[in-house]
Nanobody, 120 residues
């Protein structure tokens, strides 16, 4: 059993910053790539950023230059530092992580999401 829990969302003014965290816990042997997605009201879920197990990041165009993804492998935690936030960044942010469990099986787990609201 693996749990993925996001935190750090909230209300912020346009131009401000937030840092999201996402921790995986449970029967984890190792974590692979970790992801952030978001879903705005009335829109499909969209990819925001990925970080590989080796720490290589990739970003959606909407996140480049403003968001930074990072991870702490010792804590099975991924972060998303969001700067210069815009109203269009308002969404529920979801964390996903690829996990190899103690039995050797690979799965992708998702958190419940954390709300980010940017006021203009």
């Amino acid at each position: 059993q693996v749990q993925v829990v996001e935190s750090g969302g909230g209300l912020v003014q346009a131009g401000g910053s937030l840092r999201l965290s996402c921790a995986a816990s449970g029967s984890i042997f190792s974590t692979g790539a970790m992801y952030w997605y978001r879903q705005a009201p009335g829109k499909q879920r969209e990819w925001v950023a990925t970080i590989t197990s080796g720490g290589s990041p990739n970003y959606a165009d909407s996140a480049k230059g403003r968001f930074t993804i990072s991870r702490d492998n010792a804590k099975d935690t991924v972060y998303l530092q969001m700067n210069i936030l815009k109203a269009e960044d308002t969404a529920v942010y979801y964390c996903g992580t690829d996990v190899r469990d103690v039995k050797g099986y690979n799965y992708r787990y998702w958190g419940q999401g954390t709300q980010v609201t940017v006021s203009s």
